[in-house]
T-cell receptor, first 115, second 112 residues
Framework: DAGITQSPRHKVTETGTPVTLRCHQT?????MYWYRQDPGHGLRLIHYSYGVKDTDKGEVSDGYSVSRSKTEDFLLTLESATSSQTSVYFC??????????????FGPGTRLTVT | EDKVVQSPLSLVVHEGDTVTLNCSYEVTNFRSLLWYKQEKKAPTFLFML????IEKKSGRLSSILDKKELFSILNITATQTGDSAVYLC????????????FGTGTRLKVLA
């Protein structure tokens, strides 16, 4: 398995509270991604990072922010959680694309419930 | 807008059957197409197809990429109950940086 861990693995929180999810990798990969997975929608990209302090928005970034201060850590923050953010969140990593393409490897996921 | 469409949405077969899963795409600056298998956990990588590798095979699974018609298929022969999963197709695209666009998946159930 690729060296990716996510914490926490499960979390229940109340509407309006801030929540931070952590993704940690030991592969020294430059690219890191946050996805959410919901029934009927598949995996949707929230934010991604292509280096320390370099991040960009995905297709469902509203209500989320990210930070990457170290190569190994990519944090996803819900500033004020809403029930629509109840989902399973996956982190993924990929080596820097160049002439070749590389697959993504996924972390184990975090199940977040907002009540 | 970039999009990836998979069909069928779900499929039920019996052990020993052969199945074909479809993935069509419309993306800007295509680089590669990837197939993943997802059971009740994180997706696991199956295949990557690029311009230089448009056919891949591993055991009972095989996949082809048609860059002209913008689609890929994943074939599974002699299906087993352990093949039951959601199969995800993703396309890697670039517009300065690199990202992956996923389809919604095909849910395969193999009955004993």
């Amino acid at each position: 398995d690729a060296g990716i861990t996510q914490s926490p693995r499960h979390k229940v929180t109340e509407t309006g509270t801030p929540v931070t999810l952590r993704c940690h990798q030991t592969e020294n990969h430059r690219y890191m991604y946050w996805y959410r997975q919901d029934p009927g929608h598949g995996l949707r990209l929230i934010h991604y990072s292509y280096g320390v302090k370099d991040t960009d928005k995905g297709e469902v970034s509203d209500g989320y922010s990210v930070s990457r201060s170290k190569t190994e850590d990519f944090l996803l923050t819900l500033e004020s959680a809403t029930s629509s953010q109840t989902s399973v969140y996956f982190c993924a990593i990929s080596r820097p694309p160049g002439l070749a393409s590389y697959e993504q490897y996924f972390g184990p996921g975090t199940r977040l419930t907002v009540t | 807008e970039d999009k990836v469409v998979q069909s069928p949405l779900s499929l039920v077969v019996h052990e020993g059957d052969t199945v074909t899963l479809n993935c069509s795409y419309e993306v800007t600056n295509f680089r590669s197409l990837l197939w993943y298998k997802q059971e009740k956990k994180a997706p696991t990588f199956l295949f990557m197809l690029t311009s230089s590798g448009i056919e891949k095979k591993s055991g009972r699974l095989s996949s082809i990429l048609d860059k002209k018609e913008l689609f890929s298929i994943l074939n599974i022969t002699a299906t087993q109950t352990g093949d039951s999963a959601v199969y995800l197709c993703a396309v890697e695209a670039t517009s300065g940086t690199y990202k992956y666009i996923f389809g919604t998946g095909t849910r395969l159930k193999v009955l004993a």
